[in-house]
């Protein structure tokens, strides 16, 4: 009886039984049995087959897989294309006939799967993608397809399954569509800026949800002030909740910048105004009353209206009245809004009355300016100083590098003034990411003698990703003496954003992180 400890054995037995061996034991037992033909049988007979007993006992090991067992070998150079060269042919749909026995040179299903992207062969269906006059057409086979997507299962398995060799695809764009096969059979995602907002209808219409994160992701990285409207509006399509959150703060802090954006003149009509509509919209609204004028302008062409002034009105419609016109400076008034033919006489003359009169009219524009958004400091000293040899200048630089871990967009920076009495100081301000230049702006601002720091500001909040670092600089001219900060932090929490520092090769003139200049960071979030 054979013990517990011998049974539970982590090993695995073999018994095999080797040719020689084997042909030895045959031709004996053949000479018991038959003396006689010992002679003829010893040239005709055959060996019998090999034996293996194999014994598999209970492991705790984890099972490999193919790929484990057999590891992947670099193919001869005569031998067939690899899956790289296939994905590469099946691009174009060359649809090179594979060698024989290619499927021996892929240990993985995924890559035996990954031949047969955009391939002729077996294919049971095709498609016919594109608008009439863009259209291409794509192998595919059903089995695939249907283990890639609940709407080709329902589409070739389903109840209602129709039996067709051609299914005509008109609405989605033939390299999103093949983007979207690409994920299916190869498990890869390829994306391309002007692809993507394709590639996601295509994955969203299929029910391919990896593949649509995939998208948004990519969308979210590469969002800014250029495409956020256009984004705001696909977002709003699409019912991607956290990409419309995305492109409202971009949107929000970085007004001015994405209203004069190309895209903002491409955006639908509901998406016009639910951003003239919001209340933390960061930009002046001379801004947004010629960015809605630029909208209307291509809104005309879009509906083959001409260039008129009536037709401008007539495509924004109620829209007019978001814009909050009597909160405009005076000036802006005057020299935009009221010579833009846009406003009929009576509305320019209302204006006018509620700018000067004490009794106002009533006017249909909203009278309440925005709220905009409150710009949050970050402050990286504990404490601050002055001596009577420190701080000077003389044209040198005063820099420093931090790192966030969300999106911010950088407003300027808070300095310090003299600390001799009240001084003006000139400030050319610069905020750079390995080396290229994002931002930089110069002005003057006025000290008035105490240790309180004084906002200098960026024509336009400049975005900065996590995880990178970035170098603040400045160049001060003005009174000689300054205060300084000291007991500089390396980490600083402000609100929801953690802000890291650490010193800059920039730095001229003595400014680390223990101590020197620089001593805010002004930013929304």
């Known amino acids: ?3 517990d400890k011998e049974r539970n054995m982590k090993c695995l037995t073999f018994f095999l039984m080797l040719p020689e061996t084997v042909k030895n ?15 003829s049988s010893s040239s005709s007979s055959k060996l019998p087959p090999v034996c293996y007993e194999i014994i598999t006992l209970k492991t705790k090991k984890k099972k490999k897989m193919a790929a484990d067992i057999f590891p992947r070998k670099k193919p001869a150079s005569s031998s067939s294309t690899t899956v790289q060269q296939y994905h590469q042919q099946n691009l174009s749909n060359n649809n090179l006939i594979p060698a024989p026995n290619w499927q021996g040179l892929y240990p993985t299903i995924r890559e035996r799967n990954a031949v047969m992207f955009n391939n002729d062969l077996m294919a049971d269906v095709h498609f016919v993608v594109g608008p009439p006059g863009g259209t291409q057409r794509l192998p595919g086979h059903k089995y695939v397809l249907a283990v890639g997507s609940s709407v080709f299962h329902a589409m070739f398995y389903g109840e209602l399954a129709e039996d067709k060799d051609e ?3 008109p609405d989605v764009d033939p390299a999103a569509f093949l983007a979207m096969l690409k994920y299916i059979y190869c498990d890869e995602i390829d994306l391309a800026a002007d692809t993507v907002l394709a590639t996601l209808y295509a ?4 029910i391919v949800p990896h593949l649509a994160r995939a998208c948004v992701n990519f969308l979210e990285t590469s969002l800014s002030a250029k495409n956020a409207c256009v984004l705001l509006s696909q977002s709003c399509l699409f019912e991607e909740p956290d990409l419309t959150q995305r492109c409202w703060e971009v949107i929000d802090a970085q007004a001015e910048l994405a209203l004069k954006s190309e895209g903002f003149c491409d955006i639908d009509f509901q998406t016009l105004e639910s951003i003239l509509r919001r209340e933390t919209l960061n930009a002046k609204e001379i801004v947004v009353f010629e960015a809605a004028l630029n909208w209307a302008e291509v809104e005309c062409q879009r509906q083959d209206l001409a260039l008129s002034i009536e037709n401008k009105r007539k495509v924004l419609g109620k829209a007019l009245y978001l ?8 000036d802006d008034f005057a020299n935009g809004a009221a010579q833009s033919g846009v406003l009929t006489l009576n509305e320019t003359n209302d204006i006018f009355l509620w700018y000067t009169a004490a009794k ?8 309440k300016a925005r709220k905009g958004l409150v710009p949050q400091r970050c402050h990286r000293f504990q404490s601050c100083a002055y ?7 003389r044209g040198r630089c005063d820099s420093i590098q931090f790192a966030v871990d969300k999106r911010v967009f950088i407003a300027g920076f808070g300095l310090y003034g003299s600390s001799c009495g009240s001084a003006e100081y000139s400030a050319k301000i610069e905020l750079k990411r390995q ?12 000290s008035d003698g105490s240790s309180s720091t004084f906002p200098v500001w960026f024509e336009h909040p400049v975005q900065v990703e996590p995880d990178t670092f970035y170098t603040a600089s400045v160049i001060l001219d003005g009174s000689e003496l300054s205060y300084f900060g000291q007991e500089g932090m390396t980490e600083v929490q402000c609100g929801k954003v953690t802000v890291q520092f650490q010193c800059s090769s920039d730095s001229t003139n003595g400014t680390g992180v223990q101590g020197g200049q620089i001593p805010e960071l002004i930013f929304y979030a």
Request: aromatic share 10%.
């Open 1 to 3: 009886m054979v013990d």
């Open 25 to 39: 034991r045959s031709k004996k037992s053949s000479k018991k049995t038959n003396p006689s033909s010992s002679s």
């Open 167 to 169: 299914i005509r695809i």
């Open 203 to 206: 994955a969203k219409k299929y």
């Open 323 to 330: 814009i909050r016109i009597p909160t405009m400076a005076l």
């Open 360 to 367: 106002k009219p009533e006017l249909q524009f909203v009278s």
């Open 387 to 393: 001596r009577s040899n420190q701080w000077r200048y």
């Open 435 to 446: 080396g290229a230049v994002l931002g930089q702006s110069l002005s003057k601002y006025f």
